[in-house]
């Protein structure tokens, strides 16, 4: 399965934090605008994951090809691994969709994420990965920014949207993912304020992110890049 981008000005989550839960966290990249997570939940000894897919456009069978899952805090190299799991179809099993709309839920349970982790990374151990959720937002503060941005942009406020997103790309300069200067640059472009546009592009050129190369191929499909340095 080709990586694809899902761009947050089309979704938009709502987030709750219940002592160590936290439902519908904004995710960086994942491989479909179907996938979410509903919920994470942690304590002294797990995390558990709650997975959602919503066949809102007749999807085809659903299946993870190998139980070698891990999270991470966000560039951190300690992998904490798969310890158990429910309703997940792990090949040869899968899933079938077999109505419109239809919701399914599987849960992924893993060791204990360091206290504090304001975000995290759930991936295949494969180099071929097909299921990720990357960017997993945990911190309250800056899933409510991103989710402020994302429903501004959907009821036409776009100088509210992009106000959110730079507010969440100036209280975090560790997020090492390219959701929040990819709204920001393409809301600039859009409203033509080309200046200040290139001003966060080149900001962006400066940084790393994980899924550059992703951001760059939808700078150049969008027509964002040939109207920037």
Do not use: C
């Not at 966290?25 to 939940?41: D, L, T």
């Not at 929040?180 to 900001?203: C, G, H, M, S």
């Amino acid at each position: 399965m080709k990586r694809t981008i899902v761009m947050g000005l089309f979704l938009a989550g709502l987030w709750s934090l219940q002592g160590q839960v936290v439902y519908n966290p904004n995710i960086a990249i994942r491989p479909s605008p179907s996938m979410s997570v509903y919920k994470v939940e942690i304590n002294e000894s797990t995390t558990t994951v709650v997975v959602r897919i919503i066949n809102d456009k007749q999807l085809p069978p659903f299946s993870i090809k190998s139980k070698a899952l891990f999270i991470r805090p966000v560039s951190d190299a300690n992998k904490l691994r798969l310890k158990s799991s429910d309703k997940a179809p792990f090949a040869p099993a899968q899933h079938v969709f077999t109505s419109r709309n239809e919701i399914f839920e599987f849960t992924l349970v893993f060791p204990a994420l360091p206290r504090n982790t304001k975000y995290f990374d759930l991936l295949e151990e494969s180099s071929a990965r097909e299921f990720y959720l990357q960017g997993i937002i945990l911190d309250p503060t800056l899933n409510k920014l991103v989710t402020t941005g994302f429903q501004a942009y959907a009821r036409g406020d776009r100088n509210g949207a992009l106000a959110a997103f730079i507010e969440m790309a100036n209280a975090d300069l560790y997020f090492e993912y390219g959701l929040v200067f990819f709204n920001i640059i393409y809301l600039l472009t859009e409203a033509n304020r080309i200046p200040e546009a290139q001003e966060w592009y080149d900001k962006y050129k400066e940084r790393f992110f994980y899924d550059k190369a992703l951001y760059d191929n939808e700078f150049v499909r969008l027509g964002i890049r040939q109207k920037l340095k």
